[in-house]
């Protein structure tokens, strides 16, 4: 069962997911929206380079995540690099997105990360943003349109409110 699933079920309060993906019958709040950046290998050529746009990279083969985990993100990957000119060179679809940094660590290809995700990378591997055309993420915490909501979920709200 997902998390939309366990949502319209009841078996959930609230989960992370996706703004984009929400259907009808949720209420949402963003906790997070960042520009991509680029995972590369750190002794890569581009890896010293200050910044890097989409176009500096369409040698590069990509590690990206299958489409049926975010299509929506998938989506403004692709139209992001086609808005650079560029037509990603995908070599590896692997889930969790977390797992490409392994590949890029290996030397297979580069991947997309959003800066939240970059702050503990290991050393054989560099974070770098991008300017221009990148995908952005997105993440909500979602809950139904109830009144039969739990207590604790009015502060958890709150706390996230607060953090947000």
């Known amino acids: 069962m997902n998390q939309v699933e366990a949502l319209r079920a009841g078996d959930m309060a609230c989960g992370f997911l996706h703004p984009d993906s929400l259907p009808e019958g949720f209420q949402f709040r963003q906790l997070l929206k960042e520009r991509n950046g680029i995972v590369l290998p ?31 993100f998938y ?27 392994g590949l890029v660590r290996s030397g297979l290809g580069a991947t997309l990360m959003c800066p939240s995700e970059a702050k503990n990378l290991p050393d054989e591997v560099v974070f770098k943003t991008l300017k221009g055309p990148t995908p952005e993420s997105r993440l909500a915490l979602a809950w139904r349109e109830s009144t039969d909501n739990p207590p604790a979920l009015a502060s958890f709200l709150q706390a996230a409110a607060v953090r947000a």
């Not at 002794?43 to 040698?59: F, M, P, V």
């Not at 692709?78 to 990603?88: H, I, K, Q, T």
């Not at 070599?91 to 969790?96: K, L, S, T």
């Open 42 to 72: 750190a002794d890569h050529a581009l890896a010293s380079r200050r910044t890097l746009r989409l176009k500096d990279l369409a040698e590069l083969p990509f590690v990206l995540f299958p489409r049926l985990h975010n299509p929506s």
């Open 75 to 101: 989506d403004r990957t692709l139209s992001a690099f086609n808005e650079a000119g560029v037509s990603p060179r995908i070599v590896e679809e692997i889930w969790p997105r977390t797992n490409a940094v």
